[in-house]
């Protein structure tokens, strides 16, 4: 399918559990993003990338890991999962001049820690 | 640091109504601002993206507006339905060093009652 994609959906994990948050785009975009949206806080951006390879930290990267070895996908790894990362996970990505492109989000991934 | 505001946090209007919601910003140095509809449970829809060089955007009913000096953008919405209904984010994008991302109101919930 054309677009971007998130999996799973949804997902209940325990507390200290490793998670890992697929993203796909079948776009070729060079700027990827995760974000996490929370009731009262709206939409943080927590790692991004820039291209393969190349990552940087957003407003709130504790707890989380990215990596990106092919440009089309952006996986997004809760190491040692806590209560407080209870939330809906969203990845974007946007074209190769990055800062005057539209940015498109995936469906989002609801994640129940408990 | 970017602050995005949106006013009112919700809206309620009786079907065909037309109506405008408002996005504030605090430093008018933008790349880019882009408005999006979050229905329930669901990722966000690109409606609108204005560029800074930019003063208004339309795509059938909606139409946004960009005054980058005072810091503000209006979407506005003619003939409202009760398929509108949704959340509206309004998201700018920075100028700043390094690489630029969204920065995020916490959105309008609209509510169309037919």
């Known amino acids: 399918d054309a677009g971007i994609t998130q999996s799973p959906r949804y997902k209940i994990t325990e507390t200290g559990r490793q998670v890992t948050l697929m993203c796909h785009q079948t776009?070729?975009?060079?700027?990827m993003f995760w974000y996490r949206q929370d009731l009262g806080h709206g939409l943080r951006l927590i790692y991004y990338s820039a291209a393969a390879d190349i990552t940087d930290k957003g407003e709130v990267p504790d707890g989380y890991v990215v990596s990106r070895s092919k440009t089309e996908n952006f996986p997004l790894t809760l190491e040692s999962a806590t209560r407080s990362q209870t939330s809906v996970y969203f990845c974007a990505s946007t074209g190769t001049s990055g800062t005057l492109d539209e940015q498109y989000f995936g469906p989002g991934t609801r994640l129940t820690v408990t | 640091k970017q602050e995005v505001t949106q006013i009112p946090a919700a809206l309620s209007v009786p079907e065909g109504e037309n109506l405008v919601l408002n996005c504030s910003f605090t430093d008018s140095a933008i790349y880019n601002l882009q408005w999006f509809r979050q229905d329930p449970g669901k990722g966000l829809t690109s409606l609108l993206l204005i560029q800074s060089s930019q003063r208004e955007q339309t795509s059938g009913r909606l139409n946004a507006s960009l005054d980058k000096s005072s810091g503000r953008s209006t979407l506005y919405i003619a003939a409202s339905q009760p398929g509108d209904s949704a959340t509206y984010l309004c998201?700018?994008?920075?100028?700043?060093?390094?690489?630029?991302?969204?920065?995020f109101g916490k959105g309008t919930m609209l509510l169309v009652s037919p």
């Open positions: 998201a700018v994008r920075p100028r700043n060093s390094g690489y630029s991302t969204l920065t």
């Open positions: 776009w070729s975009h060079s700027y």
